[in-house]
Structure formats: structure tokens, C-alpha cells
């Protein structure tokens, strides 16, 4: 009886001291601490190793870093009894010079689950005995231990709380990773140097603070920044790979911590292999927030916004130069249905519009192809190949021909080839659509920037949507004067006129011709333009041939030679892509991320032109904004520095640095003024737009 009593009388005071007295090593405490006045028995019961450091010191996570160590716990127990692992909540980051190490600044509980077996004594206290080692560090680092104990009752049913723990325990939990929701899809990429995840999950893009810390010691540089895009529908994350980083692993697993208005969530995310767009925008901290990354994001617009741009950019597609050659062709095309049936009318405009559509839609899924390939390419892309130049530049020049009258292939000269051309007048409508995107493609008109940056970073439906709506705007005013008569009124009637105008249309696609060997030029050099100029003479004379009475057969034969001829000269070595560029020769400096943050570490700043020699909207802005005097004055006076990044041939890095500002085609022009982040300038320049953004 006596021994029962004593017993109790133990046990009742053991249950209001769980706790044991807390241990001062340099620079911080160590305690171990239960949540429970008891353990329960057949049951899990949580205990915490408590350390708190002092104010500008650390202590570790799991993965430490650059440098450091983590925690580690090695537990006495009684038999039967277990100990889990270290629960670690989410961390923060340490950045420590050039090192950038994951840890808490703060009291922190390392929570661990004390399994206790169900034949335990309910009348026997349990030992709890650890020793605890840790790296605390500030500008230098100790490393620390201490022996901790408990003992605790054991109790069947359950235990009470401990009002002086429950507290702390609560928000230990809260800083615990969340599993990954059910809906979250996430994958990454191991690719040029950098490790890219994929997260598709809504409601991301409200977060203020976005970082990911791995799991993995040795897989990304964790002093590198975290460059991020957030949209609606998910992130894209970017990295720099480890220099110790061997293998990609099967999965890549860490925690993604999400900051809004002072509330810090934290989930684990487990990623698989997988096809990644590339991310290199820096996401900046909010105002008054202390984050290691300063990195800004690069938002991006939502379907409806998206498919709205798109749809306006396609329709200001038709006030740009490019697209004039051949929207002369459609000019006529409507002169000559000027008195014909609305019936008619509306047919042909039906047909130009699906030329249009289907052609940006099939241009969209080439070019996600290539990209799903891992290839880095953008609007425009096929101009950056030298064959595709020479054999566009043949094609402008036989339409040319055509309409200057050496050769009558009948009402529906629009269409590509004789066999097109011999078809009815709405397959000239449909081809005519077709030519007119491939020709617009060295133009970026304002809100097809955005709108494709968006596209090309959405499931394959989503781009296909938004692409076929910029074929939809650059069909659109033709679409209207098809179905609308009083529109159709304004156009002029069919006449003996319409052969001169004809004929006078001829020479836009002379000058698209004059301008595409130019571009070939600065491509692939000088020897194949001299090829390539053959194979228009080639051209020319299978045309005259072709257009003679009683030569049909001989102009055939020629016009197969001339097409040997141009294999021939687009097979040739000499159009290889020479990477030499004029603005590689000019006075401005050429583009590198590099040499972005070189100069900027000086204070200086920094004007960034993306363009390419193909790009006509580019070299409208470079005659007309960026070379004029008061620009060059004021760059002068402002100590601007200017580097080009010339995208005229294929360059991934381009391709990527377009992508970090949503951006998916040039032009581009960012302003990086002294000491602040990037501004993104229109896509149509004006000197004092230029001079404007110069100014805080």
C-alpha cells in the first residue's frame, strides 16, 4: 500500500515538471520538452529537442546548405520503446558571404513521435534520454551538444497538454511542410546548368515570396538565385546546378514555401522527369521583406487576357511592313469580288481566314514540338534558318513575276505552285492566308508579346487557342468587308484599272525579296547570296518559259532544273549560320547575363536590345527611336550602356532571357536604370518613349 501511494504520489509530480532544465551552450539553449504531462501507452506521444539561439545566430535544417550541419539527435531508450525522425519545419535562408545556408534564426522545436509499446507499466515512469548536436553559427561557427532527459508517466486513453509547451507545439506544427496537395502536378528538368521545376497549381500567383528548398545536398548552387514565373495556373522555377551535381535523380523532392501578407505556408513537393520551359526571371522580395533570392517574377496574363491580346496583336499585324506584300494581293483579291455575290464574298473571306487560322495553329504546334524537343526557339523561329530564307525569297520572287505578267496562271495566281494555282479562287484565298503568316512572322506587333510568352508556357490546348486567335485578328478586317455589304460598298469596282494596280503590286514583293537576300546575307555571308541570286535567275527563266505559247513542256523541264538548282544552293555549306552579326561589329557591346550583372555591380546602367536582322518591327525602332540624336544624347548623358542581343540566328540563351520576361519572340527592350529592376519597354519605340524611361 505504501509503495502505491508513493507511487502515485511520483507520478502526480513527474506530471507537472515533464519538462527538464534546459542546457546554455555558446550561443544558444538546448531543452527537451514534451507536449503531453504524460506518454501514452500503445500510442505515438510528440517530444521536441527546443533551440534558441542567440539574436543573429543559426542553427541548421536537414540540408544545410553551402556550409553547416544539421541537427542530429542519437536517443536512449528503454526497450520497445522507439524514436521517429526529426520533423523539421520549414526553413529560412542564411546567406553568409558568398554562401547561402537553410536554417532558424529563432527558437525552434525539432519534433519527434515517442512510440511507446502497449504492455508498458502504467505505474512506471519512462526515461527519455538524447544527445543532442547542432552547429551554431554567426559570423563564425561552434559546434554544440548536450545530454537531455525526461521522465514521464505513461497513461492509456489519453494524455493532457502542457500548458506551458501547448503553445510552442502548435506552432511548431503550423511550420511544418504540408503533404502535397491531391491536384499538384509537379516535374522538373536537368538542362544548360540549371535545374527547372514545373508546379501546375492554382492560386500560386498571390503569394509575395515563392522559394524551394531541396532535400538534396549536392543538386543546385543554393547562393544561386531562384529565378520564377506565376501565373494562374501554377510556377515555373529555375536554378543553377551544384558544381558537386552528378546525376539527375528519379525524383527531386523538397519544400516550396509560400509567403502572403505575413503568413508563411510550407509544402512538400516530390517532383518527376519531365519537359520544363526555361525561367531565368529574378523574383524581387516585397517591400520590407528579408529574402536572400531578390528576384522578380515574371507575370503573365490569364486565358482571357491572353486570347484578347492575341486577337489585337494578329489585328495590328496588318498595319506592320511585313505583312504589306501580301496584303496587297488580298486587296486585289477584293477588288475583283468587288461585284460578285455577297455569297461570294463572304466564301472568300471564309477561306482567308482559315488559311490564316490553321497556319498560326500549325506554326504553334511545330514550334511546341521543338521546343518539347528541348529545343529553344521562339515566334519567328524559321527565319533564323538561312534555307528557309532562300526558299521564301524564291517564292515572293515567282509571285512578283506573276504579277508583273510573265506568267498568267489564272484567277487564282494567289495560291503557292501551279497545282494551287489551277484550283478554284478560294484555294488562292486559303494559300493567300497562309502566306500572309508566314510572312508576318518577322514582325511583333503590341500585345503578341505577352500573349505568346503565355502560350508557349500552357498545355498544348491552351497554345493552340491562343495562336489560332492571332490568326483570327490577322484575318479579321477582311473577315468584316466579307460579311458586312456596306464595307464591301466602300472597295472600288472591277475595271480595266485593276491590271496597272496589278502590275504595281509587283514590286512590294520585289522589295520583300530585296530584303530577305539581305537577310541571308548577314546570316550565311556574301557566297550564298551569290548562290542564292542564281537560283532567283533560275526562277526567272522558268518563268518566262513557262508563260511562252507552245513551251509548256520545255518551261516544265526548266522549272524542275531551277528547283534542282535552288536544292542544290540550300544544301550548300556556305549557307551555314556564320556568327558573325552587325551588331557583334558595332560599337555596342554584345549581350551576356553576365555582363548585365557586371555592369550593374558597377552602378551603371544598362539599355538591352533584343532584336534580330529579320525582325522588321526591330529595325523600324532602331532608325526611328534608337539611333536618333536625342536618344544617343540622352544614353550619353545618362552613362547608358548598351548591349544587343542579337536573336537573328538560333541562340538558346536569348531565346531563354525572352521567356524570363514572358516574352516569346523579339523585339524586346529592357532598361536596367542604376541601382533598380528592369523596366520593359513598348514594343513600338518613339525617341521620347525611350527618353522617357530614363527618367526614376
Known sequence: MIRLLFAALLTAFISRAPAAEPENRPHVRAELVAETTALLRGGDSLVALKLAPEPGWHTYWRNPGDSGLSTKLNWTLPAGVSAGPIQWPAPHRAPLGELTNYGYDDETLHLVSIAVPANWPLNRPLPLRVLAKWLVCKDVCIPGEAELGL?????????????????????????????????????????????????????????????????????????????????????????????????????????????????????????????VAPVLAERAPPAGAATATGNTVAKTPGLLPALLFALLGGLILNLMPCVFPVLSLKALSLAQHAGHARAKQRASA?????????????????????????????????????????????????????????????????????????KSGLTGSFFTGVLAVVVASPCTAPFMGSALGYAVT??????????????????????????????????????????????????????TVAWLLWVLTRQAGADALGLTACGLVAVALAVWLLGRPGRKLAGTLIAALALLAAGHVLASPLLRVQTATAS??????????????????????????????????????????????????????????TLVADWTTSDPRITQALAEFGRNGVPLYLLYPQGGEPRVLPQILSPQIVIDALQP
Not at 508546379?199 to 543546385?220: Q, R
Not at 490564316?356 to 514550334?367: D, I, K, N, Y
Not at 515567282?398 to 495566281?413: D, F, Q, R, V, Y
Open 151 to 275: 521522465n514521464l508517466p505513461v497513461v492509456a486513453g489519453s494524455a493532457d497538454l502542457d500548458p506551458a509547451q501547448a503553445a510552442a507545439f502548435e506552432r511548431a506544427r503550423a511550420a511544418l511542410p504540408e503533404p502535397m496537395p491531391a491536384g499538384w502536378q509537379a516535374r522538373y528538368q536537368v538542362a544548360d546548368g540549371a535545374l527547372s521545376l514545373a508546379l501546375n497549381a492554382t492560386g500560386l500567383e498571390k503569394a509575395e515570396v515563392i522559394e524551394f528548398f531541396p532535400y538534396a545536398n549536392d543538386l543546385v548552387n543554393h547562393a544561386a538565385p531562384q529565378k520564377l514565373a506565376v501565373d494562374a495556373q501554377g510556377l515555373r522555377l529555375s536554378q543553377g546546378l551544384s558544381s558537386y551535381f552528378l546525376e539527375a535523380p528519379a525524383q527531386v523532392e523538397g519544400v516550396l514555401v509560400l509567403e502572403q501578407g505575413g503568413q508563411r505556408r510550407a509544402y512538400e513537393l516530390s517532383a518527376s522527369a519531365g519537359t
Open 350 to 422: 471564309l477561306a482567308y481566314t482559315a488559311g490564316t487560322v490553321l497556319s498560326c495553329v500549325l506554326a504553334a504546334g511545330v514550334l511546341l514540338a521543338l521546343r518539347a524537343g528541348g529545343e529553344a526557339l521562339g515566334w519567328g523561329f524559321q527565319l533564323q534558318s538561312p534555307t528557309f530564307i532562300a526558299a521564301l525569297a524564291y517564292l515572293m520572287f515567282a509571285l512578283g513575276l506573276s504579277m508583273s505578267g510573265l506568267l498568267e496562271i489564272g484567277t487564282s495566281w494567289m495560291g503557292v505552285g501551279s497545282g494551287l494555282a489551277s
Open 458 to 511: 500552357q498545355p498544348v490546348p491552351v497554345a493552340l487557342l491562343v495562336f489560332a486567335a492571332l490568326g483570327l485578328g490577322l484575318a479579321l478586317p477582311f473577315l468584316l468587308i466579307g460579311y458586312f455589304p456596306r464595307l464591301a460598298r466602300m472597295l472600288p469596282r472591277p475595271g480595266a484599272w485593276m491590271l496597272t494596280f496589278k502590275q504595281a503590286m509587283a514590286f512590294p514583293l520585289y522589295l
Open 584 to 641: 557583334a561589329a558595332s560599337a555596342k557591346e554584345a549581350w551576356s547575363p553576365e555582363r548585365v550583372a557586371a555592369l550593374r555591380a558597377e552602378g551603371r546602367t544598362v539599355f538591352v536590345d533584343f532584336t534580330a536582322d529579320w525582325c522588321i518591327t526591330c529595325k523600324v525602332n532602331e532608325r526611328g527611336a534608337l539611333a536618333s540624336e536625342r536618344v544617343r544624347q540622352a544614353f550619353a548623358e545618362a552613362g547608358v550602356v
